[in-house]
């Protein structure tokens, strides 16, 4: 079936950069999402990735994708104390409904 | 953008009673809407999916007796939690999915702030 796993927690310094990293299991999405949830909010999409590319990059956000191993990962360079949230990372096989990992906690310390 | 909101943004009531969750997509036509589940310091579990205009098609496990999913327009979708006791307590996120012909994004879906249902 699909499955999304993430690692549960990261901690990291301001001002260094985070990995987030994500497997999946269905090689039928064409996007994988990447999403941020703040307190009491609801997500926020942060970046997505098209499935036939390796790599993309959106100013301090890296998102790297390797289809072979169903492995995604995110970036934050310069991490800030703003970026403390949660970070989904999800597939939306065959373009359907979305599947969510079950979310990183991102602690930045100051 | 496009936006999507949900009413109330919080809700506390007694258990028994009924509680009617709105979603709303204010500057675009969802033909579909997906209602989704999070319990505390837990991932979304996807409950339905709603298409303008049918019923609704629930996720194994999820109730639609209970769960009531009402789609009557291209931008509104509503959830009834019916005789809500405390196990119903969640966090509820709608999502409504803009139908796009062309473009990079493909059928993205855009998020609601989410509704805090508390039952006592």
């Known amino acids: 079936g699909e499955d999304v796993e993430q690692s549960l927690f990261l901690s990291v310094r301001e001002g260094d950069s985070s990995v987030i990293n994500c497997t999946y299991t269905d090689s039928s999405s064409t996007y994988l999402y990447w999403y941020k949830q703040e307190p009491g909010a609801g997500l926020q999409l942060l970046t997505y990735i098209f499935s036939n590319m390796d790599m993309k990059q959106d100013q301090r956000l890296t998102v790297l994708l390797n289809k072979k191993d169903k492995h995604l990962s995110l970036r934050i360079a310069d991490t800030q104390t703003g970026d403390s949230a949660i970070y989904f990372c999800?597939?939306?096989?065959?373009?359907?409904?979305?599947?969510f990992g079950p979310g990183t906690r991102l602690s930045v310390l100051p | 953008g496009a936006v999507v909101s949900q009413h109330p943004s919080w809700v506390i009531c007694k258990s028994g009673t009924s509680v009617k969750i709105e979603c709303r997509s204010l500057?675009?036509?969802?033909?579909?809407m997906f209602w989704y589940r999070q319990f505390p310091k837990q991932s979304l579990m996807l409950m339905a999916t709603s298409n303008e205009g049918s019923k609704a098609t629930y996720e194994q496990g999820v109730e639609k007796d209970k769960f009531l999913i009402n789609h009557a327009s291209l931008t509104l979708s509503t959830l009834t939690v019916t005789s809500a006791h405390p196990e119903d307590s969640s966090f509820y996120i709608c999502s409504a999915r803009e139908l796009r012909t062309s473009g990079s994004r493909g059928n993205e879906q855009f998020f609601g702030p989410g509704t805090r249902l508390t039952v006592l």
């Open positions: 500057d675009f036509q969802a033909t579909t």
């Open positions: 999800a597939e939306s096989p065959g373009g359907q409904n979305f599947v």
